[in-house]
């Protein structure tokens, strides 16, 4: 494999890891992400896609400390504090990741992936209604091209089939 760091710069690597995550390639997401790190200023972006990539690797300490190195320089950006609740969600911190996820609602009242995967938790709680309350909300008020309509609905469907 030839030398990634020397031929590219932390830019060109950092676009390039975008492609591979997408791809789903974390291996190769990794390694480049890694090079950027040797170098001498670290673009702050890199530390959201190590998250993304540690969480996909289910390494979930560093999913944690990338996503916290990211939000230390860029505190507004929603969808990685999103990240970071769901990667303690993973592992089975749920409280951690309800006071996170309720931090990005204040931000972003109608963020999406918030809104639905508090619903899977209501669920998992045996919390019905609550999970019932959730989907109804994004069903109407979120976006209807937003994907997480189209989820909340098959949801809503499974939950009154199970009734």
Excluded: C
């Excluded at 045996?126 to 989820?151: C, F, Q, R, S, T």
Aim: no cysteine; charged share 30%; hydrophobic share 45%.
């Amino acid at each position: 494999m030839l030398n990634e760091k020397k031929l590219l710069e932390s830019d060109e690597l950092l676009a390039l890891s975008r492609i591979a995550i997408e791809r789903e390639d974390y291996e190769g997401a990794l390694m480049k992400l890694k090079s950027i790190l040797d170098e001498p200023e670290i673009p702050v972006g890199v530390y959201a896609l190590l998250g993304r990539v540690y969480a996909a690797l289910e390494l979930f300490e560093k999913a944690i400390i990338a996503f916290d190195e990211y939000l230390i320089h860029r505190p507004e950006v929603v969808p990685e504090k999103f990240h970071l609740g769901a990667v303690y969600r993973e592992m089975g911190e749920n409280e951690k990741a309800l006071q996170i996820w309720d931090e990005v609602l204040e931000k972003a009242p109608d963020f999406p992936p918030v809104l639905y995967n508090q619903a899977l938790y209501y669920l998992e709680e045996k919390d019905e209604d609550g999970a019932i309350e959730k989907l109804n909300y994004i069903i109407e008020n979120i976006d209807p091209e937003d994907n997480h309509v189209d989820m909340a609905n098959r949801l809503l469907s499974t939950i009154s089939l199970a009734s």
